[in-house]
């Protein structure tokens, strides 16, 4: 009655007024007809004994003295003054007019009954059409008679009334929004009297309203509901405080969840330095609602959801731990796990947003690794193996690659084998020779071969010997037993590289006599088939040959080393030339 009533109060209390009202007048028609009744058998005291005579008597002057003199008008008065603080225009004169002519010449016994039609009283007067001064008058003093006792309603109400009047002497609201809203509402009937000082008028009575502790739900949806009574009497939400433009945005969505003024504000709200920090996440996530709306209207037009996902990508990483970052998350999660964003374009738009995704969909995938979100986990760390390829990604490849869905594994498994080959090459290019492999290389080339092992398809011999490679350097057995066995399996075919890097094994155990014949094999077959110019690999073996033939001290050999000048008097030209030369100088001093 003294406070902020929001649309729907006004409904609900117009709807328990007239039903209140409809409720007394059937009371007075039973009232009327009982009060008739014992009447009747007191004119005919003959037909009654005594005591029924008493007790109809005082039955009837309870009936009368009481329901039908006091607490019927002072009940119709009450509702008749909610009808006039709910209603407007001509409806509400009449029920001001109404309840005066009720509560104003009643004379109640009782002291609650009394402070309360003298609330309701001045309630009704604060409601007419023009109220002066002598009325604010009246109203105030029969408002100080209803606080002067401690009767908690109309007590409570009086008090309220003080507050809307600005009383002077009246102690300052509690910081229940009840008796804030009395206060406010006096700042916003004199802004919509007063253009000149409005905008101060009403950012002073939201000030009012935001003292009031709002943390949890159900405070905030009320007190909201009130800031936006007061946000609609502003020429603009410019002329408020954030906090209560943002509850006239949050009331619009309500009532409508296309409104185009509460998008305005938001926006408004969105460069305002004035936003309290704890209420940006909430507002962040009405924009967030209402992107999500037109997304899901089109759940398939990828444009549409380009703009969410960008907003939920900066919600959760500024406000990743707000209560509403969970939910944020999940939102994500559907929108890049959507068919949209499965296709060729989709996945385009999440690399260019790899950065900030990969984190948010890793934390997704140990959660639960779907296998759904095991092909891009898979493909995340894809991305990541060249940077930092070790024994443990590569593990780990292997067993992201057995979640993922056939027929996709396929697909997969040529990808993860392409990746392994790719950080496998540059470690046998830059390791050439005699030069240690680095450290990890062996770690990673037994990893390398344990998953060219277990992946679908054949392993090109190219790849296969680059493992090899790396593993002829180590210094374990076990590692140069698996070389020699890729070497063996594929010098059987006659690759030229798996018989060099077999000879050199064996040379480099001792075993001379073994690696001679592992090269003559070669050598003799190319030889056989008198290819001209001989290939390099041709001249690498005998280089090879030589050297150890020469430490055997083998007699034949000179006369070898001149039947190789006489297929090609420069040795093929290269650096094996020269060590073959090395050795003939040797043998000819």
């Not at 030589?546 to 008097?569: F, N, S, T, W, Y």
Request: aromatic share 2%; with cysteine; hydrophobic share 45%.
């Amino acid at each position: 009655m003294f406070g902020i009533p929001t649309r729907s109060q006004r409904s609900r209390v117009e709807h328990v007024a007239r039903e209140a009202l409809d409720l007394l007048r059937d009371a007075e028609s039973r009232l009327a007809t009982e009060i008739s009744k014992l009447e009747s058998q007191l004119i005919d005291q003959l037909a009654v004994s005594a005591d029924r005579a008493r007790d109809a008597e005082d039955r009837l002057a309870r009936l009368v003295d009481v329901e039908q003199t006091q607490r019927v008008p002072l009940l119709r008065g009450r509702s008749l003054a909610l009808l006039a603080c709910a209603g407007e225009g001509s409806p509400r004169t009449e029920s001001v007019a109404a309840a005066e002519e009720l509560l104003a010449p009643l004379r109640l016994g009782n002291a609650q009954a009394e402070h309360a039609r003298t609330a309701y009283l001045a309630a009704a007067m604060l409601r007419r059409t023009s109220v002066d001064d002598q009325t604010r008058a009246t109203a105030q003093r029969l408002l100080e008679s209803a606080s002067s006792d401690l009767v908690a309603g109309p007590s409570r109400l009086a008090r309220m009334g003080l507050l809307y009047l600005g009383a002077p002497g009246t102690p300052p609201p509690a910081p229940a929004l009840a008796e804030r809203e009395a206060v406010a509402r006096r700042m916003v009937e004199q802004a919509r009297a007063d253009s000149t000082r409005r905008a101060s008028l009403l950012r002073q009575a939201c000030e009012q309203l935001l003292e009031v502790p709002h943390d949890d739900d159900t405070a905030r949806v009320s007190l909201y509901a009130k800031l936006a009574v007061v946000a609609e009497v502003a020429l603009a939400t410019s002329e408020l405080p954030a906090e209560a433009a943002f509850a006239r945005a949050v009331t619009l969505l309500r009532e409508s969840e296309s409104s185009a003024e509460a998008s305005t504000i938001l926006r408004q709200l969105n460069d305002r330095p004035d936003v309290p920090e704890p209420i940006r996440p909430q507002i962040a996530w009405e924009n967030i609602v209402l992107l999500s709306r037109a997304t899901d209207r089109s759940p398939d037009d990828l444009s549409s959801s380009s703009a969410e996902v960008d907003t939920l990508i900066a919600f959760t990483t500024r406000f990743g731990t707000h209560p509403l970052a969970a939910t944020a998350e999940r939102r994500l999660l559907g929108l890049i796990e959507s068919a949209a964003w499965r296709t060729p374009a989709g996945l385009a738009a999440c690399q260019q947003r790899a950065s900030r995704l990969d984190p948010l969909c890793e934390r997704a995938f140990e959660r639960e690794p779907t296998p759904t979100r095991a092909v891009s986990a898979l493909s995340r760390r894809l991305a990541a193996l060249p940077g930092d390829p070790s024994e443990a990604r590569v593990e780990t490849l292997l067993r992201v690659l057995a979640l993922v869905p056939e027929p996709t594994r396929a697909t997969a498994a040529a990808s993860v084998r392409h990746a392994l080959a790719a950080v496998v090459r540059p470690r046998v290019d830059a390791s050439v020779g005699n030069v240690p492999s680095a450290a990890g290389d062996g770690e990673l080339a037994r990893a390398v071969d344990r998953a060219y092992s277990t992946l679908p398809g054949e392993t090109p011999p190219s790849a296969a010997l680059d493992v090899a490679d790396l593993l002829a350097r180590s210094s374990a057995t076990s590692d140069t037993n698996r070389a020699i066995a890729i070497y063996r399996s594929l010098a059987a075919g006659g690759e030229p590289r798996a018989v060099l890097g077999l000879a050199s094994l064996q040379r480099r155990r001792g075993e001379s006599t073994s690696a001679i014949q592992t090269l003559r094999t070669m050598v003799d077959r190319l030889d056989a088939s008198a290819i001209a110019p001989r290939p390099p690999h041709y001249w690498l073996a005998w280089a090879e040959i030589v050297e150890m033939m020469h430490a055997q001290r083998a007699a034949e050999l000179l006369g070898q080393i001149k039947r190789l000048e006489l297929i090609d008097p420069r040795l093929g030209a290269g650096s094996e030339a020269q060590r073959i030369l090395a050795v003939k100088r040797a043998l000819e001093n």
